[in-house]
T-cell receptor, first 115, second 114 residues
Framework: AQKITQTQPGMFVQEKEAVTLDCTYD???????LFWYKQPSSGEMIFLIY??????QNATEGRYSLNFQKARKSANLVISASQLGDSAMYFC????????????FGGGTRLMVKP | GAGVSQSPSNKVTEKGKDVELRCDPI?????LYWYRQSLGQGLEFLIY????????KSGLPSDRFSAERTGGSVSTLTIQRTQQEDSAVYLC????????????FGNGTRLTVT
């Protein structure tokens, strides 16, 4: 069974600073994908970034980067130069073929950016 | 292009009534998912459709919940004899293929059972 753990229920960051949101996962599968989603107060789920288990490079998308440490089974999201609009819930998720291709979500981290 | 469309956006129903929630996925997406999100909580997987394969119903919380997907496109989630604990936001998502494709979510249906 897959399990995603996000240990930070809430975090504050000062505007323009970088912040790391933690995510660890548990799976016996060798091939899997890791995703991060943002959910602002409007409720929509916005895809941010993807990392494949066989990708050798850490994924980056603009101000988002994924610190992928396969041996430690962690996939932390780094947001650089935080903006007020980054205030939202952030969910880490995982999918693997052997787990029926369902996307399993962590409990989320609420990020609050202070001006 | 058009994203995932869900209707209604809000639904208030009395305990014991049946409700139907609709999801119209992105055209060409073969995979369709239903999730449930209670207030302030994470997402709970309900059911997954992939092409013409039998759906993965392992997340449905009780036999009052069912879903179908007609013609590989539109999906309907039905909740029979609704209970107050069914109150949540029901999110639908679609994707192109397996494991490497991100899910694209609709804006959800907020269900309130009174």
């Amino acid at each position: 069974a897959q399990k995603i753990t996000q240990t930070q229920p809430g975090m504050f960051v000062q505007e323009k600073e970088a912040v790391t949101l933690d995510c660890t996962y548990d799976t016996s599968d060798q091939s899997y994908g890791l995703f991060w989603y943002k959910q602002p107060s409007s409720g929509e789920m916005i895809f941010l970034i993807y990392q494949g288990s066989y990708d050798e490079q850490n994924a980056t998308e603009g101000r988002y980067s994924l610190n992928f440490q396969k041996a430690r089974k962690s996939a932390n999201l780094v947001i650089s130069a935080s903006q007020l609009g980054d205030s939202a819930m952030y969910f880490c998720a995982m999918m693997s073929n052997n787990a029926g291709n369902m996307l399993t979500f962590g409990g989320g981290t609420r990020l609050m950016v202070k001006p | 292009g058009a994203g995932v469309s869900q209707s209604p956006s809000n639904k208030v129903t009395e305990k014991g009534k049946d409700v139907e929630l609709r999801c119209d996925p992105i055209s060409g997406h073969t995979a369709l998912y239903w999730y449930r999100q209670s207030l302030g909580q994470g997402l709970e997987f309900l059911i997954y459709f992939q092409g013409n394969s039998a759906p993965d119903k392992s997340g449905l919380p009780s036999d009052r919940f069912s879903a179908e997907r007609t013609g590989g496109s539109v999906s309907t989630l039905t909740i029979q004899r609704t209970q107050q604990e069914d109150s949540a936001v029901y999110l639908c998502a679609s994707s192109l293929s397996r494991s490497t494709s991100p899910l694209h979510f609709g804006n959800g249906t907020r269900l309130t059972v009174t």
